[in-house]
């Protein structure tokens, strides 16, 4: 870690704005063994969560209850996942658990983001549960019942930079949070120099249910395409939720690349036979693509998340970011924070 801080340190001094070769991009840790659970600090903790709401644990947390993948996935990267108790529902479809953690799917699944099992956390005995804000209601009766609760929405950079960092008081890990939140912070700075200059490509996200599905102006993946060096044409859309378009706003806005997540119900194929979609300059020039990978989604706000930055940057610019390059980087991370060895197939790419 004190490497990794080093190097971040070093890079990150001539300031984002030197367009450095994509040889520079900081890179996760050069471990060979996965990031390690560290000692739990004594003392009470009282932080706010990212609702707002005050949560007060005696000690860190030891016995965790996750009820929403994205924290889920956060804690293993923190090395945090012994303390988990209970999991979030459908667990067992998680390839990143089957992967890095099978005892998860064991664990009893509690909860989503659109329901919640009081009495099955209860009966956990948790001294920490972590919902997603869309469970606020829940995360009140918990509290109400003696058990903290912490309500969480990484719905931006920002965001997921402050869900680390509660993770990290949270659960007593705070060395482990920061040298993450340096490595993430570091590649995004890199990357968003690189990209300072460059002409934007309009790029469309498509989600998953339908193509005709978009990322809102307030989600995480607008920031992404934008941090990739391209422009999100459904960035005037008001929220933080996935948004219907049209066929035809979908023709006006006339993107030069879509992206399709890798979770999605339809096949690229669909949209090259959409003829309403015919004379997109994305289906035209075949400049269709699906977001990585096969372990996990990329484009979630999740620590992957800069994997998937990095995939959007080679896509939209390959000149500033090889595929060697981000391939290598996407490896080094699962070996360095989840001990795995991962082939270009795994990624899918």
């Known amino acids: 870690m004190f490497a990794l801080l080093g190097q971040l340190l070093s890079g990150c001094a001539a300031g984002p704005a030197e367009s450095a070769p994509p040889s520079a991009l900081p890179s996760a840790p050069a471990s060979a063994e996965p990031v390690q659970s560290q000692p739990a600090r004594p003392g009470p903790i009282t932080v706010a969560d990212q609702a707002g709401r005050e949560v007060t644990l005696d000690a860190p947390a030891e016995r965790i209850v996750s009820c929403y993948y994205l924290v889920t996935a956060s804690l293993l990267t923190l090395g945090q996942k012994d303390k988990v108790v209970g999991v979030e529902l459908k667990a067992d479809s998680r390839e990143l658990y089957k992967l890095a953690a099978p005892e998860f799917l064991d664990l009893p699944g509690v909860g989503s983001g659109k329901e919640t099992n009081i009495e099955a956390i209860a009966a956990l005995e948790p001294d920490l549960v972590l919902l997603p804000k869309k469970q606020l209601e829940a995360a ?57 200059d460059v002409e934007r490509p309009a790029v469309y996200l498509a989600g998953a249910a339908s193509y005709l599905r978009t990322c809102a102006g307030g989600m995480y993946q607008r920031e992404m395409i934008e941090m990739a060096g391209g422009s999100c044409v459904s960035q005037d859309i008001q929220g933080r939720a996935w ?50 990978s096969e372990i996990e989604a990329w484009d979630y706000p999740q620590p992957s998340s800069i994997l998937g930055l990095l995939w959007m940057t080679h896509i939209l610019h390959p000149e500033l970011v090889s595929r060697e390059e981000y391939v290598k980087e996407a490896q080094g991370f699962y070996q360095t924070y989840f001990g795995l060895e991962v082939s270009e197939e795994q990624l899918g790419v």
């Open 243 to 292: 948004a219907d378009v049209s066929a035809e706003q979908l023709a006006a806005w006339d993107p030069e690349a879509v992206f399709s997540v890798s979770y999605a119900e339809y096949a690229l194929d669909d949209i090259r036979g959409d003829a309403a979609l015919s004379g997109l300059r994305a289906v035209k020039e075949d400049r269709l693509y699906t977001v990585p």
């Open 140 to 196: 009140e009766t918990l509290a109400g019942l003696g058990i903290p609760t912490a309500v969480v929405e990484p719905e931006s950079y920002e965001s997921f930079n402050a869900l680390i960092a509660l993770l990290g008081t949270l659960c007593g890990c705070e060395e482990q949070a920061g040298a993450l939140t340096a490595y993430y912070d570091g590649v995004v700075e890199r990357v968003t120099g690189l990209t300072k």
